[in-house]
Structure formats: structure tokens, C-alpha cells
T-cell receptor, first 116, second 118 residues
Framework: DAGVIQSPRHEVTEMGQEVTLRCKPI?????LFWYRQTMMRGLELLIY????????DSGMPEDRFSAKMPNASFSTLKIQPSEPRDSAVYFC??????????????FGPGTRLTVL | AQTVTQSQPEMSVQEAETVTLSCTYD???????LFWYKQPPSRQMILVIR??????QNATENRFSVNFQKAAKSFSLKISDSQLGDAAMYFC???????????????FGKGTKLSVIP
């Protein structure tokens, strides 16, 4: 089975530009998570969805960040306008709640974003 | 709010030896799950092992095992017969068991960088 797929793997952009990160969760998973990893703050949850519906977006840093999940197999994280402090690795993860208890999160390879 | 603490920013181990990575957490919940993830230089987050808090038996996965001390809120990872491929960042993570509240997010520690010396 294919794991979580993220694109692009690397993104370099200039301050002020719009950035869109993409994620395809594991087929059949009903939860999708977006995380950000920086040296200063470690791994932080930005937002997560259940059955395509956003459940908790309290980790989204500012209104410049938005996330959508139009269907069960696709999600986007958009930053508009981007700023240098948004430079980080962004991870998407998915999990399946149907198994009692564990619903382990499986991570994608991440997108390394650099905003100049 | 739950917190996860990894007090060892860096560790090193000789190849074929055993190393233990520490993790403590703070929670008022009785039902929860604990995980260790490995992040090699490729950046991929890979699940190493997981533990359900209601299970008294410590989880094991081949050369990886945990020492789960619920009363002490401690969850250490032991790597036996260390291999060069074990070199990575290791993250301890906590997840609430209160799924009715929708608390599915993971809370991560800051990580421990493990080096394996040939």
C-alpha cells in the first residue's frame, strides 16, 4: 500500500508569494493531520480533519494559513502571503479510527518550505 | 494540557550495544497512548513502537522495547544491538484516549538525537 503522499518535497519561494502544499492520505483513513516542524518549536499540530471536516484548527498560526480537504483523498495547506518565518518542514499524517484504541498516525515524507 | 519531556537532547551508543532514551509526560488522564517515532536524515517520521496505557505489559518490537512506568509517567525506549541505521532523531509522543472528545492529536517531545558509533 502507498503511504501518505506529499508534494512538493521541496519548495522555495519569495516572501509575499502564495504557497500550496498537498497531501494524499492513506486510502481508507478517516483522520488527516497537518504538522509543522521547526528547530525552535519542534513538531506542532496545525489542524486536523475527520471525514473531511476540520475538527481543530487552533494550531493554525495566523489567518495567512488555511487548509482544506475537499474529499477523502486530498488535502491542501495554503499560506498566503508567505513570510520567512514560515520556513519549516510541513508534515501530513493520516490515521484510521476504526481499530479500537491505537489509530496510529502515519506520516508523509514532509515538504521543506523555504521562504526567502 | 499534556506535556512530553525528553531530557536528553543527544545520545550516542557503540554499534551492537544497548541504549535507553528517556521520556516523561504529564497528564491527568488515565486512558492514553504513547508512541516512539524515529526521524532519520531523510526526515520521514517512522513509527517505532506504541503502548496503550491500560496495558501493563511493556511493548516490544524486535530490538526495540519500552519501559512503561505509569505511576511515574515515564516511557523510555530501549534499543538493543544498536545498528548504524538506528542513527536518527527519536521523538516520544502522547495521545489522549478520550476519543469522544475528539482528542486525536499527538503531543511530541523535543526529540533525542541518537548517534551510533561504528
Amino acid at each position: 500500500d502507498a503511504g501518505v503522499i506529499q508534494s512538493p518535497r521541496h519548495e522555495v519561494t519569495e516572501m509575499g508569494q502564495e504557497v500550496t502544499l498537498r497531501c494524499k492520505p492513506i486510502s481508507g483513513h478517516d483522520y488527516l493531520f497537518w504538522y509543522r516542524q521547526t528547530m525552535m518549536r519542534g513538531l506542532e499540530l496545525l489542524i486536523y480533519f475527520n471525514n473531511n471536516v476540520p475538527i481543530d484548527d487552533s494550531g493554525m498560526p495566523e489567518d495567512r494559513f488555511s487548509a482544506k480537504m475537499p474529499n477523502a483523498s486530498f488535502s491542501t495547506l495554503k499560506i498566503q502571503p508567505s513570510e520567512p518565518r514560515d520556513s519549516a518542514v510541513y508534515f501530513c499524517a493520516s490515521s484510521f479510527s476504526g481499530l479500537a484504541g491505537t489509530d496510529t498516525q502515519y506520516f508523509g515524507p514532509g515538504t521543506r518550505l523555504t521562504v526567502l | 494540557a499534556q506535556t512530553v519531556t525528553q531530557s536528553q537532547p543527544e545520545m550516542s551508543v557503540q554499534e551492537a550495544e544497548t541504549v535507553t532514551l528517556s521520556c516523561t509526560y504529564d497528564t491527568s488522564e488515565s486512558d492514553y497512548y504513547l508512541f516512539w517515532y524515529k526521524q532519520p536524515p531523510s526526515r520521514q517520521m517512522i513509527l517505532v513502537i506504541r503502548q496503550e496505557a491500560y496495558k501493563q505489559q511493556n511493548a516490544t518490537e524486535n530490538r526495540f522495547s519500552v519501559n512503561f512506568q505509569k505511576a511515574a509517567k515515564s516511557f523510555s525506549l530501549k534499543i538493543s544491538d544498536s545498528q548504524l541505521g538506528d542513527a536518527a532523531m527519536y521523538f516520544c509522543a502522547y495521545r489522549s484516549g478520550d476519543t469522544l472528545a475528539g482528542s486525536y492529536q499527538l503531543t511530541f517531545g523535543k526529540g533525542t538525537k541518537l548517534s551510533v558509533i561504528p
